[in-house]
């Protein structure tokens, strides 16, 4: 379950400061009106449970609203393997965030698995569906997944309107899943909230 409050409005940079202070610059005649700039961090992993020898974690990721964001985010999409994303559970559907309560305090989001035309990312795909969007400086979302793997470096893609931002966080690896003694559905629903 995602943390109700989360602490990402608690610092400002010194340069979001001064931008929202300032107030966005003038757009040149030929630039497209708005931006949006997101951050992806890997907040860790923590074990849930050890299942015929293969471990499993809880991973954590925080998206926040960077320098420029005139834009809300609409969906992000994580890059897992195949062998990853048949074994996930508890993937988060809801964060909280109280930055604006006139859009309410939760966040409900979609997900989905496979191929995201938007970013041509294969992976973990969330869907803005209602509540609170990071659509300002600071603001964040938190999502976590349960899944085994070690941790490597691997790609993210995130949408905004017409915008697209990507980078690289960290992740489950796309080693082979062990072979389980009971099948990916028993495993999966010991998971199950």
Known sequence: MARLFSRCNAWLSAAALLTILAGPASAAPNTPRGCFEVRVDYLGRV???NINNVQYYRWSYRVTGMGCI???LNSWTLGLCAQTL???SQISLQSGDNSEPGDGVLTTYTTKVGRDQLTN???LKWNFESGNPVDAVGECD???FVASGAVTPIAWGAKGANFIATGTTFGPSCAPVPVQESSWGA?????RS
């Not at 495993?187 to 998971?191: D, E, N, Q, S, T």
């Open 47 to 49: 074990p849930v449970a």
């Open 70 to 72: 005139s834009r809300g």
């Open 86 to 88: 048949s074994g996930l």
């Open 121 to 123: 990312m294969f992976g």
């Open 142 to 144: 938190d999502f976590s």
């Open 187 to 191: 495993v999966k629903a010991l998971f």
